[in-house]
């Protein structure tokens, strides 16, 4: 009887020893679900067994039982959270709960580009699928009465960065979140300008960012374009810059600028108007306000594009001409 025993203790050591084996190996080893990553959602108030025939449902596991045991035998069952994750190729049994265990579920994200309107702004928010959008059929000015300080154009007043969020986030709050990091940027960088500059408010520095935003071609110029400008405000010299004009034009522009697009007088049209333009005409990088804050020690009054993304920059009408014809004319 007592033999009987051993072996009986034996062998239920023995198994628990080959169980507590098979489920190390099973727990890391990877799952190779896809060649990259796959999305998976969990639903809601979803019990241990729900969960796994989800996860088999989507093509993460073969089979469900293994994860269960796995999960009651490391008491993970209880804290196991719905939501979306992104899985990688290489996650194993064990990462997986872990992933879920602490809700790693998936975060969107978007990301607004400098030197883009506030209307391309809306269309990418739009297309996002972990947004919750709640501004469709919204004027900018009623967009601007949620995410602002009742201000009536939207265009220049947001920061282009990446933004991450939870999936299921409002639109409007990650609109004023790049307002409210628009708004610090620019009242650090005002604090900071150069003296003797022609503006009387940030906001005519950050009208002189967006223009400068959409004449750069080459990073280093920046500062070079900015002086221009600048030198052509102090002097009552009209802008004229083609950004502007094609801002003004709005779905009318159609690729070209004809000679009737620059002496049609609009708010926007820097040919036929002195100073700024009203508003902002797209978005601004802190590299550009900076920029329109320190401008380069210049005499220049002119520029042209060499048609590889910078400029020749002249003194004078003369020079200027000069090098439209060498660098526009000749090609």
């Known amino acids: 009887m007592i033999k009987k025993l051993r072996l009986l ?10 169980l507590a084996a098979w489920m190390a190996y099973y ?3 990877p799952l190779n679900i896809r060649p990259d990553a796959q999305e998976i959602t969990i639903k809601p108030n979803s019990s241990l067994r729900s969960i796994a025939k989800q996860l088999v449902a989507q093509g993460v596991l073969k089979t469900e039982w293994p ?25 194993n049994p064990y990462q997986l709960l872990l992933s879920l265990n602490h809700g790693k579920s998936t975060q969107g994200s978007i990301t607004f580009i400098e030197g883009k309107t506030f209307k391309q702004m809306r269309q990418r928010l739009a297309k996002n699928d972990a947004i919750k959008h709640t501004i469709h059929g919204l004027s900018d000015a009623e967009v601007m009465q949620v995410v602002g300080r009742g201000e009536h154009h939207a265009e220049g007043l947001f920061f282009p960065d990446t ?3 939870d ?12 307002y409210e990091i628009m708004q610090n940027r620019l009242t650090k960088a005002w604090a900071t300008k150069a003296d003797g500059l022609p503006y009387k408010t940030s906001y005519d520095a950050l009208i002189m960012a967006s223009i400068i935003e959409k004449e750069t071609g080459k990073a280093s110029e920046r ?16 802008l004229q810059t083609d950004p502007t004009i094609i801002y003004g034009m709005g779905d009318d522009y159609q690729g070209n600028i004809r000679r009737k697009d620059l ?30 804050l320190h ?37």
């Open 9 to 18: 203790l034996w062998i239920a050591i023995i198994g628990c020893v080959g």
């Open 27 to 29: 727990a890391k080893t």
């Open 67 to 91: 994860f269960v045991l796995l999960a009651k035998v490391l008491k993970k069952e209880p804290y196991l959270q719905a939501g979306d994750y992104t899985l990688n190729k290489n996650i």
């Open 163 to 165: 933004f991450y969020f």
């Open 167 to 178: 999936r299921g986030t409002l639109d409007t709050v990650v609109l004023k979140r790049a």
């Open 223 to 238: 500062e070079m374009i900015a002086g221009v400008f600048i030198n052509r405000l102090r002097i009552g010299m009209r």
């Open 263 to 292: 002496v049609k007088d609009t708010p926007y049209n820097t040919y036929t108007r002195s100073g700024l333009p009203p508003t902002p005409i797209a978005m601004p990088g802190l590299a550009s306000i900076e920029a329109a």
């Open 295 to 331: 401008p380069a020690n210049t005499k220049a009054l002119y520029f042209v594009g060499k048609g590889d993304g910078s400029h020749a920059f002249s003194n004078n009408l003369a020079d200027h001409n000069r090098a439209v014809v060498k660098y526009q004319l000749q090609k």
